[in-house]
Nanobody, 124 residues
């Protein structure tokens, strides 16, 4: 299995930017896709974005499309999420997830292994 560790969260004003990173270790050679899931207080987990590890095809939630960019560095086994034009409703704990199953990635994708999460707070 893979172990994933997130970093880069913090407090930012609305309209600002943050970049999250996720370092993967362990059984990384078999990873099919990695992505980001978030959970705001009192709300259910929400798919944010995911990217196929080979080929780089990415999928985004409608709520972040055009504002967030997911990318990966295969050589470093690292996943990134560049978040621009942040809104207060983006406030949540952001979890990095690694998935081994070859599936068509949709907004229901959750991956197989998660990190501990990193807090992102956007003030108005």
């Amino acid at each position: 299995q893979a172990q994933v560790v997130e970093s880069g969260g913090g407090l930012v004003q609305a309209g600002g930017s943050l970049r999250l990173s996720c370092a993967a270790s362990g059984r990384t050679s078999s990873i099919y896709a990695m992505g980001w899931i978030r959970q705001a207080p009192g709300k259910e987990r929400e798919f944010v974005a995911a990217i196929r590890w080979s080929g780089g095809v990415s999928t985004y939630a409608d709520s972040v499309k055009g504002r967030f960019i997911i990318s990966r560095d295969n050589a470093k086994n690292t996943l990134y999420l560049q978040m621009n034009s942040l809104k207060p409703e983006d406030t949540a704990v952001y979890y990095c997830a690694a998935g081994y199953t070859a599936v068509i990635i949709t907004s229901s994708w959750q991956g197989d292994y998660w990190g501990q999460g990193t807090q992102v707070t956007v003030s108005s």
